[in-house]
């Protein structure tokens, strides 16, 4: 295996904060219900069972080269899960650009994908006052 398609997830937590994964399968898997299943697995052994994960939650991302590690993981149970930071309920008292990016992703679909290159930290905060 050669490549591998990473599908970018976010999942609101019991706690109102929002647990942020990729889940990593083959290439050719492109079925959004069994990859969605593989992220269920995931919710389920960190102890978030009812954490939902829907299409507009999940989305492909990109391709890439796996590690061995990925490798195994995927040939062992079909996929690998790559943990990104927990992005928490509310937002600190002073923000970075990072931070309301990651805010508004996580709790706003509507800005899950948005891509936010080339905005300044003003318009980013801008955006973030405007909802």
């Not at 269920?40 to 590690?69: T, V, W």
């Not at 508004?104 to 405007?130: C, I, T």
Request: with cysteine; net charge negative.
């Amino acid at each position: 295996m050669k490549e591998v398609a990473v599908w970018d997830t976010y999942v609101k937590k019991k706690d109102g904060s929002v647990l942020h994964f990729d889940i990593i399968v083959p290439v050719d898997q492109q079925d959004t219900a069994k990859i969605c299943h593989f992220g269920k697995e995931y919710l389920m052994s960190k102890n978030e069972p009812e954490g939902i994960i829907e299409a507009e939650a999940c989305q492909f991302c990109h391709i890439e080269s796996p590690g061995e590690d990925i490798l195994s993981d995927i040939e062992r149970q079909g996929f690998n899960i790559l943990e990104m930071e927990d992005i928490p309920a509310e937002l600190p008292e002073q923000p970075s650009r990072r931070d309301l990016i990651l805010h508004l992703r996580a709790h706003y679909p509507e800005f899950r994908f948005a891509d936010f290159k080339g905005k300044s930290m003003e318009e980013v905060q801008a955006l973030f006052d405007s909802l």
